[in-house]
């Protein structure tokens, strides 16, 4: 057998074994999906809705338009979540005293709206980390400061 011949055999040979491969791997059955440690990223899946409460008077983060719609960093978050989820957006917009309750009870599945992160609040609910630092400060005269020192 000469050289080229023995070659195209070779690669042949190689090629049918590759493939022959291949195909058996694709017939493999797949793998169950792994269990889910979200019950409620499940539920939003599912139901192909994100549901975010936010109060809508705490400008710049959220603030509400004449037509009545939620705006600012908040709203921009909250869209580019459910984006990210690749299910609709739902913006419920209630008074910021009815917003924990509302998580609680399920009737939302998250908070976006400026919500300060307190001990208090970290036993009922968990906080993902602060999206936004304000910096903000206490300032006072010198003399107040004195006073309350007297006293």
Not at 67 to 76: P, R, T, V, Y
Not at 90 to 112: C, H, R, T, Y
């Amino acid at each position: 057998m000469d050289m080229k011949k023995l070659h195209l055999l070779c690669t042949v040979s190689l090629l049918v074994s590759l493939l022959s491969g291949c195909a058996e791997m694709n017939r493999a059955p797949a793998p169950a999906p792994a269990p889910s440690a979200s019950p409620v990223l499940d539920r939003i899946l599912s139901r192909g809705e994100l549901r975010v409460g936010m109060s809508g008077d705490m400008p710049p983060l959220n603030m509400t338009t004449k037509e009545d719609k939620i705006i600012g960093l908040d709203a921009d978050l909250a869209a580019l979540a459910a984006d990210a989820m690749g299910v609709k957006l739902n913006v419920q917009k209630m008074a910021f005293s009815g917003l924990l309750p509302a998580l609680e009870a399920g009737s939302i599945d998250m908070i976006i709206s400026n919500m300060t992160m307190t001990p208090d609040r970290n036993l009922k609910v968990a906080f993902v980390g602060p999206y936004f630092i304000s910096g903000k400060g206490l300032l006072t005269k010198n003399s107040t400061i004195s006073q309350a020192k007297k006293a």
